[in-house]
């Protein structure tokens, strides 16, 4: 199993009354490099290393919001700003990488671990007063990580000479249940679980214990409805060139399209595309039978956890993601923009 599997949603992140959470782009360069500079004794602090440098520049900072942008297209890590409600200024950044990278010097650590284990860690800059902004980011987080990521296990970091950071998670409710010590990362690092006092299993159930026989759920014509709703929300232009395609929908895909597109026994198949590009047609193209997009409600659902603002947001982006093969463009390419 990947880090975060293909056929899985990356959550866009989230806005409530005090700040607003999306990916980190290159595009945030100058907001994020403000927040970074403001900021470098702390940072220096939760970092362990001497980051950012003294001669640290834009330019770097760019680069630096490049790689996590690749990062976060490959699906290896996820880097989050944090922006005020207006979205004008970077207060601080939040970080998802897997568990196993960082302990992959502790060979005795690393056994039993998933390779979706997270590692979750985040700074606010200097000039934020620390704590209720703090505590409100670490409430809203551990919702998000339990609603809408579905990892088997999720664990805060911090060092243990950064000392506000340490002190608050110490008196957070979560549960600190690891200590190591990492001499080429700044020492003592210490991990906190944020469900281990008051866990909350019913999202974990849906994908570790769920049978495929309880989804899906929603009535057909609802389900119906969020895919004309994806449709018709496309732009313009795609939708006027819309050729010969005719939009399915079933509960679950089979071994024949498991097989079609290489998929193991077993796979889970949000949606899929059978037909002949646009990009493929030639003038010989006629008299030949629609394309097809299927979208399998019942893995839709079963991704979602039955929520239906996440089953409204998986049905948008599979009807977009199996259109665009539909004008030709693959899964590949898909990946390059950031939208597989």
Known sequence: MPYFPPD???????????????PLMPEHVQRDYEAVMESREQLRLWSGQDWPAADFTLADNLQDLKDHWREHQQRVAFTYTVLNPAQQVCLGCVYLRPLSELLAANPQQLQGVAEDETLVRFWLRTSQPAGDLQSHLLHVLCQWLNNQWFFSRVLFETREANLPQATFFNASPMRQVLALHMPDRGGMHLFYDPFGRQRPQVKAAV?????????????????EALVVEAVVDLPVYFQEHLQNIEILIDNWAGPYEQKSIGAGPGSLILGLYQGIPLTERTSGYNLVAPDTITLYQGAIELVSGGDFEHIRAQVKHTVIHEIAHHFGISDDRLRELGAY
């Open 207 to 223: 994908r570790a214990a769920t049978p495929r026989s309880t989804y899906p759920r929603l009535p057909r014509e609802e389900f």
């Open 8 to 22: 899985r949603l990356v959550p866009a992140g989230f806005q409530t009354k005090h700040l607003f959470l999306e």
